[in-house]
């Protein structure tokens, strides 16, 4: 079992810059696949960056590429996803969950455990 909280969201102007975290409790978390979701008002929960349990395997949605860096840090049970060059269309609820697995894929079925979100709004 684990549980998620996550950290970090807040008001921010296009361009800035935003850290989320997620912290992370229960002992299987080092071997557990972690992803990160968003969802805007009246749309479905999308998909944003995966990392494998140890960091080896990352992948993001082509819409963040290059702007967001999701990481994790196994002795903190924690793990985080950097958002720069922030726009308008990146307001969203993020959420952040983790699976039963070393290795995930990009699907919401593919997680089993998930914070409460965390609200990111970017203004033009």
């Known amino acids: 079992q684990v549980q998620l909280v996550e950290s970090g969201g807040g008001l921010v102007q296009a361009g800035g810059s935003l850290r989320l975290s997620c912290a992370a409790s229960g002992r299987t978390f080092s071997s557990s696949a972690m992803g990160w979701f968003r969802q805007a008002p009246g749309k479905e929960r999308e998909f944003v960056a995966r990392?494998?349990?140890?960091?080896?395997?990352?992948y993001y949605v082509d819409s963040v590429k290059g702007r967001f860096t999701i990481s994790r840090d196994n002795a903190k049970n924690t793990g985080y996803l950097q958002m720069n060059s922030l726009k308008p269309e990146d307001t969203a609820v993020y959420y952040c969950?983790?699976?039963?697995?070393?290795?995930?894929?990009?699907?919401?079925?593919?997680?089993?455990?998930w914070g409460q979100g965390t609200q990111v709004t970017v203004s033009s």
């Open positions: 969950a983790a699976a039963a697995t070393r290795y995930s894929g990009s699907s919401h079925n593919d997680y089993n455990y």
């Open positions: 990392i494998s349990w140890s960091g080896g395997r990352i």
